[in-house]
């Protein structure tokens, strides 16, 4: 079965980069996501990968992807109190249409 | 342009209330999905439309009842709650309902059950 795993918390200084990290466990083909909610809002899509990628970078984002550990990370570089927020990671996979499988979801803390 | 809108932004509602949710996209998108969040959690999906026919329900209860009038357009009616109901519920939309298709969610709406 799938299952998406992220740490709860993080706690960087303003102007420094953020590492969050999210472990999924299917193996077949599959896109992963990062969306961003913030208090009391909707999730916004940051940025996705496929899985047959290793990197995507778009301006301060950075999505790493290790497939042979299932592991992803987004880091935020030059981190801004503005993106103070909870991030979940998620899945979608080939055999079940378009279903995403969330990750906990790490709320990241920006101190200034 | 990747705006979903939602309606009302909050609502406060009795047990013995009837009201209704609505979503919106004018992207074309054909597949649109109902999901419930409770407070730290991640969203649990309810339902998907795919052109404008159920595909999923996520054995929701049947106090909650969706609505696929058109193509941009779906609600989530709701009748007899109960105070677990409480949660922010959002809407979201796909171009089609393919894992290779980026789902954009709206900006939900706070339901509140006294």
């Known amino acids: 079965g799938e299952d998406v795993e992220q740490s709860l918390f993080l706690s960087v200084r303003e102007g420094d980069s953020s590492v969050i990290n999210c472990t999924y466990t299917?193996?077949?083909?599959?896109?992963l996501y990062w969306y961003k909610q913030e208090p009391g809002a909707g999730l916004q899509l940051l940025t996705y990968i496929f899985s047959n990628m290793d990197m995507k970078q778009d301006q301060r984002l950075t999505v790493l992807l290790n497939k042979k550990d299932k592991h992803l990370s987004l880091r935020i570089a030059d981190t801004q109190t503005g993106d103070s927020a909870i991030y979940f990671c998620a899945e979608s996979t080939g055999d079940a249409g378009n279903m995403l499988t969330f990750g906990g979801g790490t709320r990241l803390m920006v101190k200034p | 342009d990747t705006e979903v809108t939602q309606t009302p932004k909050h609502l406060v509602m009795g047990m013995t209330n009837k009201k209704s949710l609505k979503c919106e996209q004018h992207?074309?998108?054909?597949?649109m999905y109902w999901y419930k969040q409770k407070a730290k959690k991640p969203p649990e999906l309810m339902f998907v439309?795919?052109?404008?026919?159920?595909?999923i329900n996520e054995s929701v209860p049947s106090r909650f009842s969706p609505e696929c009038p058109n193509s941009s357009l779906l609600n989530l009616h709701l009748h007899a709650l109960q105070p677990e109901d409480s949660a922010l519920y959002l809407c979201a939309s796909s171009q089609d309902f393919s894992y290779t298709d980026t789902q954009y969610f709206g900006p939900g709406t706070r339901l509140t059950v006294l």
């Open positions: 439309y795919s052109y404008e026919k159920l595909s």
């Open positions: 299917d193996s077949s083909s599959t896109y």
């Open positions: 992207m074309g998108h054909r597949a």
